[in-house]
């Protein structure tokens, strides 16, 4: 069964770029026809689709967010990083990595992670 963890730092400050890792064990970020994702919500609002790489190691980021993100992979150590440059207040949510089937977005997901808090305060 494939498990996806999340990992990074809880706080970071306004301006800074922010880094987070998703840890992909049972399963291989090279096979099969998957977009691996980065999503976030914050209380009160839904989720919010970042970007993804996918199996062929394309990336698509959300058109809100792209002049700001990055996302990378890891084969060997089967990973995948979100960088998020000069984050503000408003980057303040809750950042979840998942595995969509055959496409990109909110819909199709069959793994994802527990999440992991991300605030950004000076």
């Known amino acids: 069964q494939v498990q996806l963890q999340e990992s990074g730092p809880g706080l970071v400050k306004p301006s800074q770029t922010l880094s987070l890792t998703c840890t992909v064990s049972?399963?291989?970020?090279?096979?099969?026809?998957?977009?691996w994702s980065w999503i976030r919500q914050s209380p009160g609002k839904g989720l919010e689709w970042v970007g993804y790489?996918?199996?062929?190691?394309?990336?698509g980021y959300s058109p809100g967010l792209k002049d700001r993100t990055s996302i990378s992979r890891d084969t060997f150590q089967n990973h995948l990083t979100l960088q998020l440059r000069a984050v503000t207040p408003e980057d303040t949510d809750v950042y979840y990595c998942?595995?969509?089937?055959?496409?990109?977005?909110?819909?199709?997901?069959?793994?994802w992670g527990k999440g992991t808090q991300v605030t950004v305060s000076s």
């Open positions: 998942d595995r969509v089937v055959g496409g990109a977005g909110l819909t199709g997901m069959d793994y």
């Open positions: 790489i996918n199996t062929s190691g394309t990336t």
């Open positions: 049972g399963g291989s970020m090279t096979t099969g026809y998957y977009y």
